[in-house]
């Protein structure tokens, strides 16, 4: 506890500056190794995604990641500095320092002894520099909020600490001002004392105990360790046990809401989650100046996420429910506040636009998109299974019409797969099925398809006019 | 609506096809918003443009692209004011070949077309 708290101390007198890259870990703690403090970061992502999500890792940080057989969970090793970095990855809902991590743990025969290990574990972790991490993590948070002049960088979104402040929710910074007076007050009297919560995700068929005993039974032990006092609702330190069969990771979360709803500050019935919008996005590799396009936009999360994080390349948003064109323009004018707030002066416009129109008569030049990236309608909460029959097909014709020939290409999320791959099987000729990632949505198994466009010309099916000219 | 978005656009009146473009454009409202330059994306997206369209939707357009056009600063921040800081908020788009009107609010154009417009 003692070591905790003169860590503690020290880290709150390191000069947080806005270029965050140059953040200088000192700990006059002993036991320190380097002031280049290496940890384990783990992420939950998507499920489906987690090589798409390793990629931006390896992009963005250099750092290779493991992908865990916990599904939805990646790993990657980094240096403290980079933590400002970690925030601004777009595939990851939830970010969390690893404590300890046993690859093959051997559970004993009975609830008892199961637990009793567990109580024990918790004195044997090595807590220290996890916690540093958690701490510097903590810290630099509330010092964002304070933060209101930015840097008035041309390169905006390249700022990292823009970026970083992005990717919460928009609620958070308009209500800004209120937490600058809530976060100097604490900080004047922090306590000595943190609350904690333990949250325990158990997955296998062996087990022979429940994730909230295990939870119960090492948490207790954690509050005798540290003399923390256990707060489910108002903690500080969210200390996390998963469990995936034999595989057991503790860790320290750096994450209080998940990222996933970043953008969106109007949801509607079947809102997308950023993380996924953005997984969605890569995988078809936007290139400088590509024209991409949701032709069912619903809220706009797509285009939405493309036009921050790809601003190199032209993004609209098309839907033919009027509700939903309404609230994508909202979300996008929500997106051009915050960016206000942040600069202070001018309004920052974006390559995003949003139409209202049908999928199955686009008003679009033909041979004009890039990337068509949408999420098509289930038939579950929205549309309906019957109605998908004769939708798929028209939807995928005018998509490939619309579609650059050769170039071209698509990601169709669809919980709906016979439909989409009948509709798929007559379109040979226009598309080419190159990759498939099965996905968890709400619990419904779901599948993003991703499609090339062909080389040929669109003809169309029905054309009897001798004099159209290919255009 | 910005006007690069008005590039893409067509007129999906039934038997209209390419002559469906490029939509008449009639603002009455329109605003500027500023938006970072980018002498690189405005370089790139030239030859995707559809020239003529451009210089009927916008009055202060050159006439083409000239000859090193990449690397001249000025008639990329001009392309670049065209292509992305214009913004129709209110206004038309009319189908040059059918004359069918769509109007366009607070920004957003709407091109849906009556059941009896897309009946075949």
Redesign the interface.
Known sequence: MSDVQEATNQLLDVNLDENWRSIQVTGSDPRSESEHLQVTVGATVPTGFEQTAADEVREKLGSSCKISKDRGKIYFDISVESLAQVHCLRSVDNLFVVVKQFKDYQFKETKEEVLKDFEELAGKLPWSDPLKVWKINTSFKKKKTKRKKMNQSSDYYENPAIREEISTLVGDDLASCKDEKDESSKEETHPEVLKFRVTCNRAGEKHCFSSNEAARDFGGAVQDHFKWKADMTNFDVEVLLNIHDNEIVVGIALTEESLHRRNITHFGPTTLRSTLAYGMLRLCAPQPTDIIVDPMCGTGAIPIEGATEWSNCYHIAGDNNPLAVNRAANNISSLLTKSQIKEGKVSWGLPIDAVQWDICNLPLRTGSVDIIVTDMPFGKRMGSKKRNWNLYPACLQEMSRVCRPGTGRAALLTQDKKCFTKALSGMGHVWRKVHTVWVNIGGLHAAVYLLKRTPQAFVHPSEQDKERTPW | ??L??HN?????VRGV??RG?PLRLQATEVRI????F?P??VA??IP?V?WAALLEAADTVPKGPIEGYEHDEKFLRQMHHVL??V?VLEGTLQCPESGRL?PIS????????SDEE?E?
């Open positions: 609506m910005k690069l978005t893409l656009l067509s007129s999906h096809g390419p473009f918003n500023p938006v970072e980018n690189d994306f790139r997206m995707k559809e992305l800081e913004d769509f607070r920004g957003i154009p709407n091109m849906l077309l897309t075949t």
